[in-house]
């Protein structure tokens, strides 16, 4: 992350300590996007994961006074997206449980269906929801954030093996359901 | 897939939230300070600390008033008073109590 930003987040947050509420919805703008991409890579529903991201920046709001001005707000904010996504998505495992094989063949189906019109994005973003939350996470840490393995680490929790085994799982795995949900389309996309 | 394909493929899947999901942050936000201002108004020690000047401040005077010999405070009855103000202290304690409960 560039310095110039990293010194932009800590004059908004000195603001928003000071009680200027506009400052916040600056650090909102900012990050909004990436973090409900994060959450949309553990929770795999887009509702839900903007209902945490809700709850995340209301949190952050409340704990902004305790942040260190040491490491990136970047890394501190996306942390408690992590980790809230995490808890949230045992809460609801803990709630339902369904077999899902039946569920997901006939959702590529649909979504093939569905894909004749879609643009690369959405392509993309079928792809990486059929991926395991820690596999589409590391994904999109390493190449949307561009984070290190350290950072990640820091960010997840995870051992850096674990998050290398992610990587290369998550690489493959992304290949193979992107060939599955285009077939003969997928040389346009590449 | 080469990495930087890889790379530019991932750089894309950025999902962008709802038009409102801003304005429900902060409405959640002012919520949450309105709740924090009536929960510091009814805060635990702030209670008890004010309830104990209270209730002490109001023996003191009755204990300097009741030992005087004004004739106004001789024939007011004590244990009623006594009675009375031990009672809106529990009160308040009891609304304490509740108020922690329901939070």
Redesign the interface.
Known sequence: MKNSQIQRDYNLIRKVIDGD?SA??QL??AY???S??LA?SILKD?VVA?DV??EV??KV??KLHTFKFKASFATWLYRIVVNTSYNELKKRKNMVSIDNTSEVDSMVHRQKEYLKDAD??KY??MT?EKLKPDEALV??L???CEYKIKEIEEITGFRSSKIKVNLHRG?DN??FHLKQILGDDLNN?? | MKEEKFKELISKSTIETSDDFVNKVMQGIQLQKEVKKQSLFWSFPVIIIVCSALILTILGMLFYTFNTEYAIFSSIPKTPIFLVIIGIGLYYINQLIRFQHYK
């Open positions: 509420t916040f919805r909102i703008f909004k996007d990436v409900l991409s949309i887009a903007e991201l809700q920046f209301i709001y409340d690369q994005k993309i973003n990486l994904l999109r390493f190449y949307l690489r992304f290949e996309l590449l």
